[in-house]
């Protein structure tokens, strides 16, 4: 039977059954796959992951709704499958997209049941619990930057397990790996995609791709294992897992489902030809993405795919959080949807993304997530506004506020107050708490922030570069939302210029971790601001409301931005809070709210929570490109 994707009834169609893929009980594994269009479909079974030796084949029976299924021997565990279909004369045999192991390069599936597959103690693990977003520090990261270079003192390189080394080094004896990630204080690591990507070879140590080339969307990548033949990579993912939560640090996934690394011949294709695919005027693939194709996520059966996914890495490996990649491409419908699932199983659970697409996706305006469209939705995006205001454009030689250009003081002023907006002040915002921005200065993606100040500054020495970079540290971490930093920040990372390092290798886009002893200062600074941020709710706030009573803006000198945070704010132990940024290349004076007894906490060379200087005044000197913190309390005043 010829099926027209644009004909067929996909409710009658629609498959709601949870069972898709392998399901396991004592005695028997059952197996079932959609595709309405098969005529006859197999499922092969080999003893070895390059499906040399076929040890089995068994026919499954037509079934509801679009279905195919078969009941199996429990003796077929631990061997490798493929399924195999026939549609008009045609058989293909291939790995389907609801495989939960795989061998090496995915080339078979592999038939395990992950929900035995764990670390010791795995049922006593827990997600890491948030009252709010806007208590997260975010740590975008990639696996194998993390531990690779020989810097590291990490000796599972490149690796998972690299995450569970809990004294580790680097030459000078600094802590590096896990260790550093706790004393610098983030909350949560972002990794970049782990689910099974294509461009990697996993016995290759060296192939290296940022992951952005989605295969199969429920299996740990198998470059970052042990053994990608076997169920390591299920195994010490999780550990991966336990061990980050054992030190309080939440573990966020970076999921593509705006595309597919395969197109013609992916599995989803395989399935049902043009039914998970969108497609343009002339019928050709959609491409929102920029890389060739678009996931129709508006069809029931691939939102149904997608959220059933997102529910797994939740369940299976506690999985704390979720970054959409591309999320304008993903249609509203189905993020929120996904988004409210996943809510109601994990309350602490962080999700945010990319509020934007390489080109205009094939969907109606009213279904197209963007900044703006996650008000009031416990969703967070990336505030690209911000962004460019602080630093400028991304690759390119514009400037920003931390390099001096002017007349930005409104813009800094919106992002300092989570975006939520001031009508009385002209700044009207693009959300309704500060829980959902995002606020960054750079990310694995263009230049990193170390090297825009290069680019755009070139006639600046290195000392006054680390003032700038200081100075876009201090405003991500005094303003209200959730401050994101990329890894390596925090010792002023450099990918040598290259602004798209996706598949540049080891060399370029590993952590340096050398640099953090060359660097110790800057680390030392960055580690305050998040344990300054960590440690006074102020910075903290969530509703726009409190927001708008609590911030004041101080009338301050042209090209500086001044503010207070009034009346222990947000149970903030401080009574009152003022921050000043000066990008200008000389001292300048502050008007302070009254005069009273001041203590400083962060200056140009300290960051933290304990007082630098304490000083009586009702102004003070805030040095040349820089950020200043003071507070005042009764501790200090004597009230």
């Known amino acids: 039977m010829t099926y027209n994707v644009f004909e067929v009834d996909e409710d009658k169609m629609f498959y709601s059954g949870d069972d898709l893929g392998f399901t396991f009980d004592k005695e028997n594994i059952n197996y079932r796959i959609w595709s309405p269009p098969a005529e006859k479909a197999y499922i092969d079974i080999y003893s070895d992951d390059r499906a040399e030796d076929k040890v089995a084949e068994y026919k499954l029976e037509q079934s509801i709704n679009g279905t195919w299924q078969v009941k199996l021997t429990a003796d077929i565990k631990g061997n490798y499958y493929k399924i195999r279909l ?161 030190h309080d640090i939440g573990v966020i996934m970076d999921v593509v489902y705006n595309h597919t690394y395969q197109t013609e011949s992916s599995p989803f294709e395989i399935l049902f030809p043009d039914y998970f695919y969108r497609f343009d005027r002339l019928g050709k693939f959609a491409n929102a993405s920029g890389v060739g194709n678009e996931i129709a996520s508006e069809r029931p059966m691939m939102r149904k795919y997608i959220i059933d996914s997102l529910l797994y890495w939740s369940r299976e490996y506690h999985i704390d959080g979720f970054r959409f990649d591309l999320m304008s491409a993903v249609d509203k419908k189905t993020i929120l949807q996904a988004a409210e699932r996943l809510k109601k199983e994990n309350d602490s659970i962080i999700i945010y993304g990319e509020p934007w697409t390489a080109l205009p996706p094939q969907l109606e305006k009213h279904q197209i997530f963007k900044k703006g469209s996650q008000k009031g939705t416990d969703i967070a995006v990336f505030n690209d506004n911000f962004r460019n205001t602080i630093k400028g454009d991304n690759d390119g030689q514009k400037k920003g506020f931390i390099q001096g250009k002017t007349d930005l003081e409104k813009e800094i002023y919106e992002g300092v107050i989570g975006s939520v907006g001031f009508p009385e002040r002209s700044l009207y915002g693009f959300t309704q708490k500060a829980s959902e921005t995002i606020n ?35 405003v991500l971490f005094t303003s209200q939302g959730v401050p994101f930093i990329q890894a390596g ?54 509703n726009k409301e409190e927001i708008r009573k609590k911030i004041k803006l101080i009338q301050s000198p042209v090209n500086t931005v001044g503010f207070y945070i009034d009346n222990h704010a947000n149970g903030d132990g401080w009574e009152k809070v003022a921050v000043f940024y000066n990008p200008n290349h000389k001292w300048t004076q502050f008007n302070l709210p009254q005069k009273r007894t001041w203590a400083i906490v962060v200056d140009d060379k300290e960051a933290g929570t304990e007082p630098i200087r304490i000083f009586y005044s009702d102004e003070v000197q805030v040095p040349p490109l820089s950020a200043m913190v003071i507070y005042s309390a009764a501790l200090l005043t004597g009230c």
């Open 86 to 246: 026939k549609k008009e004369s045609i058989e293909t045999s291939f790995v389907d997209p609801w495989v939960k192991a795989v061998g090496t390069n995915s080339r078979c599936g592999l038939i395990v049941d992950p929900s035995e597959v764990f670390p010791p103690t795995w049922s006593y693990d827990k997600k890491v619990e948030l009252n709010s977003p806007v208590d997260a520090v975010i740590y975008e990261l990639h696996v194998k930057d993390f531990s690779i270079s020989k810097e590291s003192g990490i000796r599972h390189k490149g690796k998972y397990t690299a995450f569970t080394e809990r004294h580790t080094t680097n030459r000078e004896g600094l802590l590096s790996g896990l260790a550093h990630l706790k004393e610098l204080g983030i909350t949560h690591v972002h990794l970049l995609p782990v689910f099974d990507f294509a461009t990697a070879d996993d016995m290759d140590i060296n192939s290296y791709n940022w992951g952005y080339d989605p295969l199969f969307y429920m299996v740990p990548e198998g470059s970052y294992a042990s053994n990608p033949a076997n169920e390591s990579r299920i195994y010490e993912f999780k550990k991966m897992v336990k061990v980050l939560h054992s």
């Open 440 to 474: 960054y200065a750079d990310s694995h993606d263009n230049l990193t922030l170390w090297d825009k100040l290069a680019f755009s500054c070139p006639g600046a020495d290195e000392k006054t570069r680390r003032k700038m970079h200081r100075l876009a540290m201090a």
């Open 489 to 542: 920040t925090e010792f002023l990372r450099t990918k040598f210029g290259d602004k798209n390092s996706y598949n540049s290798g080891i060399f370029v886009n590993q952590l340096k971790w050398e640099r953090k002893t060359t660097y110790n200062e800057h680390f030392n600074y960055i580690k305050g601001l998040i344990n300054l941020r960590s440690h006074h709710p102020a910075f903290r706030m969530i």
